[in-house]
Antibody
Framework: EVQLLESGGGVVQPGGSLRLSCVTS????????MSWVRQAPGKGLEWVSA????????FYADSVKGRFTISRDNYKNTLYLQMNSLRAEDTAIYYC???????????????WGQGTPLTVSS | DIQMTQSPSTLPASVGDRVTITCRAS??????LAWYQQKPGKAPKLLIY???SLESGVPSRFSGSGSGTEFTLTISSLQPDDFATYYC?????????FGQGTKLEI
């Protein structure tokens, strides 16, 4: 059974940093591209960042480019999102999601974690 | 960026109804469209990909159609478990973008 389990969310002051983790199981992690998708309270879904199966290719939404860094540890089957210079508008539930291919490209997401909440507030 | 517009935003319906949700893209996305279902407090769940391909395990009462800029999600006979919010997503080009959602309510 495919499982994605996020952690690391919490309350952070504006300008602060946080790292999200997503531990995966039930599939060969390095064979799949992964992304982070977020959902602000009461709002819709926003793609944040993507990484290829090998970790060599990464992409970011304009709203987080230069502030967030996606990475993965294929030995630990874990996806990460390092978030710096956090803003109030980054407040959201962050979902770890799997794409159906190894290549990072525009794609749908076949598995979602349960999400981890981030609140940026003073 | 490609904009995705869903209609209606809210759809009142009853068990047994046949319902259709529409998603329009601001430019052609061929058939690179997915549909998701989200229930309160839960993560979205993939229903349809490539506009009309049913994800494994999804009931056959769900179907998708369309290409280019106009797409529909149809539920042939609403079940109590189907009352949720539905999102479309284009994956024709970066960045992947989602519609604003359609809430199906009793």
């Amino acid at each position: 059974e495919v499982q994605l389990l996020e952690s690391g969310g919490g309350v952070v002051q504006p300008g602060g940093s946080l790292r999200l983790s997503c531990v995966t199981s039930g599939f060969t992690f390095n064979n799949y591209a992964m992304s982070w998708v977020r959902q602000a309270p009461g709002k819709g879904l926003e793609w944040v960042s993507a990484i290829g199966g090998s970790g060599g290719s990464t992409f970011y939404a304009d709203s987080v480019k230069g502030r967030f860094t996606i990475s993965r540890d294929n030995y630990k089957n874990t996806l990460y999102l390092q978030m710096n210079s956090l803003r109030a508008e980054d407040t959201a539930i962050y979902y770890c999601v799997r794409a159906p291919t190894i290549v990072v490209r525009p794609d749908y997401f076949d598995y979602w974690g349960q999400g981890t909440p981030l609140t940026v507030s003073s | 960026d490609i904009q995705m517009t869903q209609s209606p935003s809210t759809l009142p319906a009853s068990v047994g109804d046949r319902v259709t949700i529409t998603c329009r893209a601001s430019q052609s996305i061929s058939n690179w469209l997915a549909w998701y279902q989200q229930k309160p407090g839960k993560a979205p769940k993939l229903l349809i990909y490539k506009a009309s391909s049913l994800e494994s395990g999804v009931p056959s009462r769900f179907s998708g159609s369309g290409s280019g800029t106009e797409f529909t999600l149809t539920i042939s006979s609403l079940q109590p478990d189907d009352f949720a919010t539905y999102y479309c997503q284009q994956y024709n080009s970066y960045w992947d973008t989602f519609g604003q959602g359609t809430k199906l309510e009793i």
